[in-house]
T-cell receptor
Framework: AQSVTQLGSHVSVSEGALVLLRCNYS??????LFWYVQYPNQGLQLLLK??????LVKGINGFEAEFKKSETSFHLTKPSAHMSDAAEYFC???????????????FGKGTLLTVNP | EAGVTQSPTHLIKTRGQQATLRCSPI?????VYWYQQALGLGLQFLLW???????NRGNFPPRFSGRQFPNYSSELNVNALELEDSALYLC??????????FGPGTRLTVT
């Protein structure tokens, strides 16, 4: 089945350090890809999206992600972590549902980012 | 431009009762999605409505149902509430195959 996998349910970095959150997808055709962020007790906010244009996508709050077809990956990075980046991050992709009849936005299980002072 | 809105913010029900959650999409969006986010279970897809029709359904029992109105707003109904239905219910809206924009959620507590 087509799926989205986020490696690492919890990532901890120091303030000012590089943030790298990993996302891989399984699909024979490169899908539309998204990263969302969720702060405690809030809904999800769209960080950035890939829709087959530039492979390096810039988003809000200094985040960016690079689409690599050969690695079926869409990792999220930020050069310097800030305390306010502490949140849960979800990778998502439009993938065919199990019946193959339509596309469904499929989410990874999320990565909780902790930023230490 | 107004984002996705959901009501109520919090809902407390007793086991066996029914709950109704409401969602208003972003103006111009025809698709509405419902998700359940229970503690430790991640984001689970519930339902997708587009142009008034149910397009897809997640792996949930029939007591989870909903509808989409002509103005594209949507309602999620949960019948015969069980304790494990306690969760944050998120609604999202989008254009066809576009990025989904989420509302703030409704926190349902079943006691």
């Amino acid at each position: 089945a087509q799926s989205v996998t986020q490696l690492g349910s919890h990532v901890s970095v120091s303030e000012g350090a590089l943030v790298l959150l990993r996302c891989n997808y399984s699909s024979s055709v490169p899908p539309y890809l998204f990263w969302y962020v969720q702060y405690p007790n809030q809904g999800l906010q769209l960080l950035l999206k890939y829709t087959s244009a530039a492979t390096l996508v810039k988003g809000i709050n200094g985040f960016e992600a690079e689409f690599k077809k050969s690695e079926t990956s869409f990792h999220l990075t930020k050069p310097s972590a800030h305390m306010s980046d502490a949140a849960e991050y979800f990778c998502a992709a439009y993938l065919l549902n199990s019946g193959g009849s339509n596309y469904k936005l499929t989410f990874g299980k999320g990565t909780l980012l902790t930023v230490n002072p | 431009e107004a984002g996705v809105t959901q009501s109520p913010t919090h809902l407390i029900k007793t086991r066996g009762q029914q709950a109704t959650l409401r969602c208003s999409p972003i103006s111009g969006h025809t698709s509405v999605y419902w998700y359940q986010q229970a503690l430790g279970l991640g984001l689970q897809f519930l339902l997708w409505y587009d142009e008034g029709e149910e397009r897809n359904r997640g792996n949930f029992p029939p007591r989870f149902s909903g509808r989409q109105f002509p103005n594209y707003s949507s309602e999620l109904n949960v019948n015969a509430l069980e304790l494990e239905d306690s969760a944050l219910y998120l609604c999202a809206s989008s254009l066809p195959r576009g990025e989904q924009y989420f509302g703030p959620g409704t926190r349902l507590t079943v006691t």
